[in-house]
């Protein structure tokens, strides 16, 4: 047997090309889509011993090399004699790595509807875990930028040990449930299972004299001033990451990250949208008729002066450039957008009703009006 004619690939074929052929392949003949077929069975047995060989680099160029002779004489291998091949297993078994390998773990999610068993090994269980820490601020805090102090209680690195879990400091020793891999196998049916190793909880290591302050772990928990500078400019929603401010990891494992959510507070006068800033500004019916000059206030705490052009309609905006918000990491800011609200004068004397009577009479100049009853007029024409 052949492995290469097995996968149905050339020699010269590089690695995508050999998992893409094992991947249909094991996805042909798996024994769930072909119950009871021996052969189907058989062929999935010789796919599967084949990638285990032609997937990892030293095995496929002893193979190319000297072909089915690397396996004669080695401790049994992966064609006969139920001897073990380099990762331990038995020839007769089939060793399928969930998490490790894209291939296969593909086809057990095309299968089962999972996924693989994520992150995993000696080393990667010992990473300290990420924390989140959500903060509100207002919009002027937003414009301005924020410095925040926070107080977190997390597991910081034990100073008794200096992380290393063991008294004195000595090293500890490979566990020898799992041969300090952190990991446990066994099989089932035709697939090897992988669970994290029970004695040393997935560090790959046992501390015979553990540190009386922090029982082994090589942590503690205590609180932590944590300073935060919050940029100007930042968006409602925005996140910030500290790298490794989460908690320390176990026995001089890495850090975590630590997390800020920021949100912004809604404000009684101004709306947000990107750079911009948005306020409604009433306009009296004579500024708006005549046109003028009135003061509004900015996001900076400052007053602005903006001309109002004469004849202007409720709803229109007028621009203040540069008065907007502030930019992250940038010295230019956005624009601020001023909505005229024109009001209608309330509570008139006899005298006031009467001269609007009269300027009612003579007004000659609504366009709005004028369009909007061209269209009626049009509109019931059609009909």
């Known amino acids: 047997m052949d492995y290469y004619e097995t996968l149905g690939v050339s020699k010269s074929a590089g690695d995508e090309e050999i998992k893409k052929a094992y991947r249909k392949m094991a996805m042909k003949y798996h024994p769930d889509r072909n119950k009871g077929d021996k052969a189907a069975e058989a ?166 004299n553990s540190c009386k302050i922090c029982n082994g772990a090589g942590r503690v928990s205590k609180y932590r001033n944590i300073s935060v500078s919050i940029p100007a400019g930042i968006e409602n929603g925005a996140r910030i990451r500290l790298a490794g401010e989460g908690e320390a990891g176990i026995r001089g494992g890495r850090a975590g990250d630590l997390y800020i959510f920021v949100s912004i507070r809604s404000h009684k006068l101004f709306s947000r949208e990107g750079s911009s800033i948005h306020c409604d500004v009433p306009i009296s019916f004579a500024t708006a008729a005549l046109g003028g000059d009135i003061e509004v206030p900015t996001i900076d705490g400052k007053k602005a002066i903006i001309k109002v052009p004469a004849g202007t309609q409720s709803g229109q905006i007028l621009k203040l450039r540069g008065k907007g918000m502030s930019i992250v990491r940038s010295a230019v800011r956005g624009d601020m957008m001023v909505h005229a609200v024109v009001e209608t004068p309330v509570n008139l004397t006899n005298r006031q009703k009467e001269l609007l009577q009269e300027f009612d009479k003579d007004n000659q100049n609504s366009p709005k009006s004028k369009g909007f009853f061209s269209k009626i007029k049009e509109f019931w024409q059609e009909l």
Do not use: W
Not at 75 to 84: E, H, L, M, R, S
Not at 101 to 106: G, I, K, L, T, V
Not at 120 to 130: N, P, V
């Open 43 to 208: 062929k999935f047995k010789s796919i599967s011993e084949a990638y285990e060989t032609l997937k990892d680099p030293q095995k496929k160029a002893a193979y190319d090399r000297f072909g089915h002779e690397t396996y004669k004489n080695a401790g049994g291998g992966a064609t006969g004699g139920g001897g073990f091949n380099q990762r331990g297993f038995s020839s007769q078994e089939f060793h399928f790595d969930f998490g490790g390998d894209s291939a296969f773990s593909d086809i057990f999610e095309g299968f089962f509807g999972g996924g693989g068993m994520g992150e995993r090994g000696g080393h990667a269980e010992m990473r300290g875990s990420d924390l989140r820490y959500d903060t509100t601020i207002t919009l002027e805090e937003a414009f301005r930028g924020k410095d925040i102090e926070l107080k977190l209680r997390t597991n910081v690195k034990c100073d008794a040990c200096n992380g290393a879990g063991s008294e004195g400091g000595t090293k500890p020793k490979a566990c020898p449930s799992c041969r300090g891999s952190g990991k446990m196998r066994f099989s089932q049916g035709f697939f090897m299972v992988e669970k994290i190793c029970s004695a040393c909880n997935g560090t790959g290591h046992i501390i015979e």
